[in-house]
């Protein structure tokens, strides 16, 4: 039988648990910035008959940076996103 090899998790700390509660605002956050970028981009999409380029780049930048906060929230990983690391630059 093949043994998999599993991580060592200690309990997670205090500091954890409070970068996890922020996190999660700052998710919450960006779910309400997602609303107005959808609809700022849908009229300026009916204005002009193409999205804005700076705020497609800048929405590329926000999935990145929500992947890192379920990363890390989610325990798939210690190291952490913005504004305690840098903002992901894709």
Do not use: C
């Not at 093949?2 to 200690?10: D, L, P």
């Not at 700022?40 to 804005?52: M, V």
């Amino acid at each position: 039988m093949e043994e998999v090899e599993t991580k060592e998790w200690g309990k997670p700390g205090l500091s954890r648990v409070l970068y996890t509660i922020l996190y999660l605002v700052i998710g919450r956050f960006i779910s309400m910035v997602l609303f107005v970028i959808a609809i700022t981009q849908y009229i300026y999409s009916w204005l002009t008959g193409e999205p804005n380029d700076k705020i497609l780049h800048f929405t590329e930048d926000l999935a990145e940076y929500t992947k890192q906060l379920v990363s890390y929230v989610g325990f798939n990983t210690d190291e952490k996103p913005w504004p305690v690391g840098d903002w992901p630059d894709v």
